[in-house]
């Protein structure tokens, strides 16, 4: 469940290594199954549509997490309530350890898309990656890039959660606000 072993999905990455601002653009858009998936668009009923699987709700998100065996990951399609009514939000990629309540998916769930390091990519490659300074034995960091058009301000953000100086789990995030 969303509220058990990722709960740092939605518990702020706490000390320094906080909030980072980067100039890298943070995706909005991937492709999951050969589907174009694009945050604040996408519902998660269009997932649901996709892969199956069963939508959760603690009653500030939804979402719907499937298993990837062969990858042993976890793929965590979240939309946080009330502001994204149901429209995908954010992406977690964790390990599929704890999560065995994730559902299979009815077709391949391959993620493509997606410009960022993933799980199992160092800290080195993260820093060099965003031209950030995230410090060697770090638990997380959350980093973020903001545009704005108009009177719209697109605020994108990645968590990493790491073990070792390496990412185990990533979750990327969009949000628009007026």
């Known amino acids: 469940m969303l509220t058990g072993a990722n709960a740092w999905f939605e518990a702020e990455c706490a000390g320094e290594n906080g909030q980072l601002e980067t100039g890298e653009p943070v995706p909005g858009v991937f492709t999951a199954g050969g589907s174009r998936v694009e945050f604040e668009e996408t519902t998660l009923d ?9 939508l959760q709700d603690n009653g500030e998100s939804r979402w719907v997490c499937y298993q990837d065996k ?16 149901g429209r995908v939000s ?3 990629i964790t390990p599929l350890a704890n999560h065995n309540l994730c559902g299979q ?27 950030t300074a995230i410090k060697p034995g770090s638990s997380c960091a959350t980093i ?35």
Request: hydrophobic share 35%.
């Open 105 to 131: 998916p009815v077709k391949p769930l391959h993620i493509t898309g997606v410009t960022l390091p993933a799980p199992g990519a160092d800290l080195t490659a993260i820093n060099h990656h965003f031209q």
């Open 46 to 54: 269009d997932i649901q549509r996709l892969f199956g699987g069963t």
């Open 90 to 92: 954010s992406l977690g």
């Open 144 to 178: 973020f890039h903001s545009r704005e058009a108009g009177q719209f301000t697109t605020l994108n953000s990645v968590s990493y959660r790491f073990e070792h100086d390496h990412a185990v789990s990533v979750m990327f995030s969009q949000v628009t606000t007026n």
């Open 70 to 85: 062969h990858e042993n990951r976890a793929y965590w399609f979240i939309s946080y309530l009330p502001m994204q009514h």
